[in-house]
């Protein structure tokens, strides 16, 4: 256990994840989503196998006992990934990350519905609070629906994010399940390689050749995303998911940053209350997960050996 490293690591994805959707959102003026998608998982694949290799891991860390269940948590990660990308085209950058903040919230939900984990009012209350700061941040788009023109685009890249946010924590209990059996290389690998291969059914959906820039920016969101996944992995294997899961809404500031000098977007006082809403609900919900974990821990203790 290494907390400050841990944390560290994680600051580190985070930075890394949120240069990837830049660059996604750059290129995506040029290349479709699935497109997009495909250079985002293939060129990770190579990330990870040189890290494998490094930890001399390659041989064991790719096995599987459950390779069905691979397939499917590829295509709702994949699914999840395109659309997500999909809505980085119409909506500045820091609002796409908050939307896609719902996602933590909705696996508390989804975990009771197809897990069987019990889920109690204090964590109800925590996502119903969270929930409502999604719906103040996407209040504008939706509002605005009728409207006709840009105001459509906008409303279509806000729905297009919120369904990739479903689908992604659809994706995080499919993952809940394969933890169960399978190693954290073997599910970030074999994701790579399935979301590589689906991406590739959208090439007669209009797949381009891209200018030198915009290769780059693919390849780059790639090389990126692969490091940033190991950085993520590393500092989950550091410290408990308690101390470093809040760390992830750091995300907010670098995304308002980056967007306001590349995309010159300006985030709305809406926007920015709706996303304190929703951080202070998932800070909740990894605190109680912290203090029922402890409960369960020292209920182990407290119960004598047979």
């Known amino acids: 256990m290494s907390p400050l490293r841990a944390i560290l690591f994680k600051v580190g994805s985070v930075v890394l994840f949120v240069l990837m959707s830049a660059l996604i959102k750059l290129a995506s003026e040029d290349v479709p989503a699935g497109q997009a998608v495909f250079f985002r998982s293939f060129f990770a694949i190579p990330v990870i196998l040189t890290w494998l290799l490094w930890r001399h891991e390659l041989r064991t860390g790719l096995r599987t006992v459950v390779p069905l269940g691979h397939v499917w948590r590829g295509l709702v990660g994949t699914t999840s990934m395109g659309l997500g990308f999909a809505g980085l085209a119409y909506l500045p950058l820091a609002e796409a990350q908050a939307i896609q903040y719902t996602a933590p919230l909705l696996v508390v939900i989804f975990a009771a519905m197809f897990l069987g984990e019990e889920v109690r009012a204090f964590r109800l209350t925590a996502v119903a609070l969270g929930m409502t700061g999604v719906l103040i941040v996407l209040s504008p788009r939706l509002t605005t629906l009728s409207t006709g023109g840009v105001a459509d685009t906008d409303a279509l890249g806000a729905l297009l994010v919120l369904m990739a946010a479903v689908f992604a924590a659809l994706a995080q209990v499919f993952v809940r399940k394969l933890v169960r059996t399978e190693q954290t290389s073997a599910i970030v690998f074999w994701f790579s390689v399935t979301a590589s291969v689906l991406a590739l059914t959208t090439i007669p959906f209009g797949w381009v050749m891209p200018g030198v820039p915009v290769l780059v920016m693919l390849v780059s969101a790639g090389l990126v995303g692969g490091l940033a996944q190991i950085l993520l992995t590393t500092s989950y294997r550091l410290a408990d998911v308690s101390v470093v899961a809040p760390f992830e809404y750091s995300s907010m500031l670098l995304t308002v940053a980056i967007g306001y000098w590349v995309f010159d977007d300006v985030p709305t006082l809406t926007m920015l ?34």
């Open 273 to 306: 209350f709706g996303v304190a809403l929703v951080i202070a609900a998932g800070v909740l919900i990894i605190w109680r997960e912290r203090a029922l974990g402890l409960e369960r821990r020292q209920g182990r203790k407290a119960v004598p050996p047979q």
